[in-house]
């Protein structure tokens, strides 16, 4: 049945109807027609149309020259037209469009299933790089085949539509940060938007990972988070202590935990934590290829809302040249991670060390310059968050005043947010609390 929709669109081509030409030459290229001969054809169809050129029999019989041989003669082309419509609807002919295109797609799958089967069985790649391919081939696949209008007049009714599903709405669309003041301030962690944070070492960053999990999975929206640093346990210690109250240090020193705490995490807080929607991925040495993969698989078919990955200085990045510097490297997968998520109902939060200082004998306040590595961390990202809490020059520690920066903000204005660190939970706090 497809050679028939190739041979009616061919058909529709030649019948010098201006509209089903731009129509159809904006739709499909060469390569989405099944046969040799009527990719041919149709190439010549485009150049013609290109050229602004009339498109008809003579006109393509003459274009093709030498290959008229080969698509089956002038007859061929001529019996194109024979029981077309002069006139066929616009409806009919996307209809027809997307009929070939489906055709091709399952053609491509085919394709790349012979060569996964033929690569899997001599060995010349591995498990990870096969499925890294395949993802990969797959989602060009995918945008290849996606029609879009770019027509202004398109782009403000998407734009406006989505204005007015969202005035509907009594809160913001954005994922919660697990703190109401910045959740204020910044609207939360906005889909299809990335989100980068930055900290020195030791003063809370992955606290305010686990924080931002932790209330996306209470939401109900499932979570993907990719720890290069933390090991599962830490996180899954400081999600148990923040599900209940419990006193971090009852987690991490079980010892010291009394009766009630241990009944609350035992019994309480493990249960509620088995049944979200969160996978932690762990394993040391994880390639930016691998996390992408990963990832995809997890918003594709886990519903994925939130990435986090903990951090990116962390993460194994193949160079592109063989002396690529760390800096590109960082500052591509940077990007790739924003790309992962544009356009989707998913936000990635991604964390950074930063390079702040001494100076003067006290800890220098963090600036959205100081990521270590790449400054394209800051130009992916919609949202930029400092965590930075005072450090007590006697006593040799931080303190728990803190105070969270957003020099950045997509969806507003740049502020500061008054934080405090709770010494027994371990975790941020509003400063109002």
Not at 44 to 56: D, F, G, T, Y
Request: proline share 3%; aromatic share 6%; glycine share 8%.
């Amino acid at each position: 049945m497809t050679d028939g929709y190739e041979l009616t669109i061919l058909g529709a081509c030649l019948l010098e109807v201006e509209a089903t030409l731009d129509l159809i030459c904006s739709s499909l290229r060469p390569e989405h027609f099944r046969l040799d001969s009527h990719q041919r054809i149709f190439r010549r169809i485009q150049s013609l149309q290109e050229a602004e050129k009339p498109v008809n029999i003579v006109t393509v019989t003459q274009a093709l020259g030498r290959e008229l041989d080969c698509v089956g003669g002038a007859a061929y082309v001529t019996d194109l037209t024979s029981g077309v419509p002069r006139s066929m609807g616009e409806k009919q002919l996307h209809h027809y469009a997307d009929e070939v295109k489906e055709s091709w797609r399952l053609r491509q799958i085919g394709i790349l299933g012979e060569e996964m089967s033929h690569g899997a069985s001599d060995g010349a790649a591995t498990a990870s790089e096969l499925t890294q391919l395949a993802a990969k081939r797959l989602e060009r696949i995918t945008v290849d085949s996606a029609e879009e209008d770019a027509s202004i007049q398109a782009s403000i009714v998407g734009s406006m539509d989505r204005f007015y599903q969202q005035h509907a709405m009594k809160r913001s669309p954005g994922l919660s940060f697990g703190l109401a003041s910045l959740d204020e301030a910044t609207g939360g962690m906005m889909p299809g938007f990335q989100t980068a944070v930055g900290a020195g070492s030791g003063v809370g960053k992955t606290t305010f990972m686990c924080q931002c999990i932790l209330a996306t999975l209470q939401a109900g929206a499932p979570v993907d988070a990719f720890l290069l640093e933390p090991t599962k346990d830490q996180v899954i210690w400081r999600l148990l202590s923040l599900i209940e109250g419990v006193p971090y240090s009852s987690v991490t020193r079980p010892w010291t935990c009394d009766a009630s705490n241990t009944d609350k995490l035992t019994k309480r807080a493990t249960s509620r934590l088995a049944e979200m929607p969160l996978r932690l991925h762990d394993r040391s040495g994880m390639s930016l290829d691998e996390v992408l993969a990963l990832a995809r698989l997890g918003i594709h078919h886990y519903g994925t809302r939130l990435v986090c990955l903990d951090y990116i200085q962390r993460l194994k990045i193949h160079g592109a040249e063989r002396d690529e510097p760390v800096r590109l490297r960082v500052g591509r997968a940077s990007t790739a991670l924003a790309d992962l998520v544009k356009g989707t109902q998913t936000h990635s939060l991604v964390l950074s060390q930063v390079t702040t200082g001494r100076k003067n004998g006290a800890t220098s306040l963090p600036t959205m310059f100081d990521f270590r590595e790449s400054s394209q961390i800051e130009n992916d990202a919609a949202t930029i968050i400092l965590l930075h809490r005072n450090f007590d020059e006697k006593q040799g520690h931080f303190t728990n005043e803190g105070v969270a920066f957003v020099p950045k903000m997509r969806f507003g204005t740049p502020c500061n947010v008054q934080l405090r660190f709770d010494p027994i939970l371990a975790a941020w706090t509003d400063r109002k609390q």
